[in-house]
Structure formats: C-alpha cells, structure tokens
C-alpha cells in the first residue's frame, strides 16, 4: 500500500507527534509499504529518509504557538495529493486537515483520522460539534486509548478503533545514574543554580535521603511549556515537597511560551529548578529520563502520553494526572493525583523500594514496544483498503 500521511503542527522540536510520525513511517517501510508523509515546513522539499518519502510543504507560521506552521493552501495540499495517489490517507488533524477526508471519499480512498489530542478538556461543546464532523469524514477514527475514544463514543459514533503508540525500548532503556549538570546554555531559577541544595533538608519518614555526591532527588517533566500541558503544576508540585522538607529539585525539559513565565515564578520562589530547553538527541533525552527518581506528566488532556512511556522505558516510574489517559499507560508503574499538585504521588511513589519500582517501570513499558503498534495501524488500514474494494 501507498500510505499518503498527512500532519500540521509538526516541527523540528515538537515531540509526541514528531516521535509517532516516525516510528510507524519506519515500520510502514519495514513492513514493506510505502508511506509518504506531507508536512508544513519553511521551504518545500522532498526526500527520501528512514521513515519513507517526506514532502515539505511551505506553510505559514502560527502566531503564538512557539514555531508551528500548517498546510492552508488547499489547492496545493490536494494537487500534492492527486500527484502521488495514495492507497489510503491517513491524517493527523482533525481541524485544519478535516476536509480532506472528504477528498479521498470523493475518490474511492479510504482514509483514517489519528486522534492525538482531545479537545473536549477544553471545550466540550465544541468538541462535539467538531467529532462529529470528524467522524462522518473519515472511515475509521484511530484512537491510542480508551480515554480518548470516550469523546467518540459519547457521541455515537461508530467507527472509532482503538490502537496503542509505542516507545523505542533499545534507545530508552534503563542506565547508570548518572545525575546531570546544568546543561551549557540552560538557566537555572536559583542564585546558586540547580545543585544550590547545602540546606539538604532531611528526608521524611520512609523516604530515601541523598548521599554521597548526589546533591538531591530529581523530578523532571518532560514536555513542551504550553498552557495545555499544565506545566505550572509541576513548579507547584515542587514547591509543596520542598515545604515537606523532601530534598529535591526539577527538570523542566522542553520549550514553549510559557518558559518566561515559568522562569520568573521559580525564581520568586526560590525553587531549584532547570531549565534546559528542548532535549534534541533521543539518547540525551534518554540519559535524562533515565536519571530521574520520578517524572511528572501533569497534562490532563494527554491521549496516551509517549514522554511518560519513554521514561518508564528507561526505568523511572512516572507520576500523572488523573484527569488524562495516561493512568491507562502507567498503570500501576508510577501514581496518578487530580487537581493542580502532584506531590502526593510523587512520595507515595518514592516510598517504594527503588529496585522494585524501576523495575515495574521497565516491565510495563515493554507491554509497548513499536513494531506492535505498526501492526495495529496496518491491521486498520488494510481492512479499510478491504471495505473500499468490496464496496
């Protein structure tokens, strides 16, 4: 099959959309398939890589939203389409790209919708409204978990499939702890930088204290620093424990528009906190992740959350928000909390032996290995091939 995938909102430094793009892209190819990907960029381009034939399309920037770009022209996007004539569409957005399940209907193509993000946490009425329309556009509406198929379900409708995402369990695996310094270029919110930890508080009852040259345990969230991610919840998150008198500080890797703001809001309250920007290299993330005593997912409206599988992948339990799919990821390899504070979590999780709960991190991940997800995806789009054909 010619695999024609679609996507806005993808840039060099995006990352759970950028990460799935990938990956089935790869295990598409692998499998045999050619899948073609067609993206917003700043210049048109088209190339062959890992992951197949990647198109670039010049789309213009989104203001506000830290670099996005999407694919307006919808004569361009449909000219691109028609010249190399999928098999089957499959497309990652149900917004801007909506229309185009129309294009392939209109052409006796099947076509699939990935639901990567859940609009009704944000506005519920609309989200209906918009499903709807998504539903009756598409074939098959894909979605990676039970949590977000809900809004789905809600409304009836009923062509909704489920297929979980995966992680690369070779490049997130467990390592040596080894406890990063600042990275060059990054910023840290307190006076003496992210290792400012002399007044070393004593650890509470039941908690592991810090030792040797370890200065203090270490939190680190791991996503892009927008207001649908909630990471002001992680600085409040941080902020309780070390009132508790829990030794510990945070790593807030990712970028966004809220980073200045964060930046100052650590600062005023002296919290020791790093910011290293965006994490480019999948191992660098990988060592990070990995020398982590716990990783904070605060979103609530995360549809499967492949930053909190891959630091489970690499051994560090993960504690999220109960209001998003992710306890349906985690299990019972982290702890899941409702509200704006996750400190409750975090020392329910770091009351467990260290051995025992990086072990049931690493267990749980590989129940989601890649080459899994690839099948499932496949499975979905040769049924709907078969349905067109027999149609």
Known sequence: MRIVRLANFVTPSSGGLRTSLRELGAG????????????????????????????????????FL??????????????????????????SDRTTLRWTGRWAAERGIPAVMISHESLTALAPRAADVLNRRTARSYDQVICTTAWAAAEFVRIGAGNVVRAPLGVDLDTFRPRPRSWPAAAEGSTA????????????????????????????????????????????????????LRAQGLPVRLVMAGDGPLRGRLERRAAKLRLPVE???????????????????????PGPAETFGLAALEALACGTPVVVSAESALPEVVGAAG????????????????????????????DRAELFG????????????????SERTSA
Do not use: M, N
């Open 335 to 362: 702890a899941a909390v409702a509200g704006e504070d996750l400190a409750e979590g975090v020392r329910a999780v770091l009351a467990q032996p260290e051995a025992a709960r990086r072990k049931a991190a690493r």
């Open 370 to 385: 890649w080459p899994a997800a690839v099948d499932a995806f496949l499975a979905i789009h040769q049924a709907a091939t």
């Open 28 to 63: 598409y190819l692998a499998a045999g398939h050619e899948p073609v990907l067609i993206i917003p960029g700043d210049r048109d381009s088209d190339e062959h890589t890992s992951q197949g034939r990647v198109i670039t399309l010049r789309g213009p920037r989104v203001p």
């Open 275 to 297: 910011f290293p920007g965006f994490v480019s290299g999948r191992t660098a993330l990988a060592e990070l992740l990995a020398s982590a005593d716990v990783v904070i997912a």
């Open 66 to 91: 830290g670099g996005y770009r999407v694919l307006l022209s919808r004569r361009t996007v449909a000219a691109q389409l028609a010249a190399v004539r999928p098999d089957v569409l499959e497309v």
């Open 189 to 240: 919110a307190t006076d003496g930088g992210p290792a400012a930890t002399d007044d070393r508080p004593a650890a509470p009852d039941g908690l592991p204290a810090p030792a040797g040259p370890i200065p203090c345990l270490t939190l680190v969230h791991c996503g892009r620093l927008s207001t649908e991610k909630k990471p002001g919840r992680s600085l409040s998150t941080l902020a309780t």
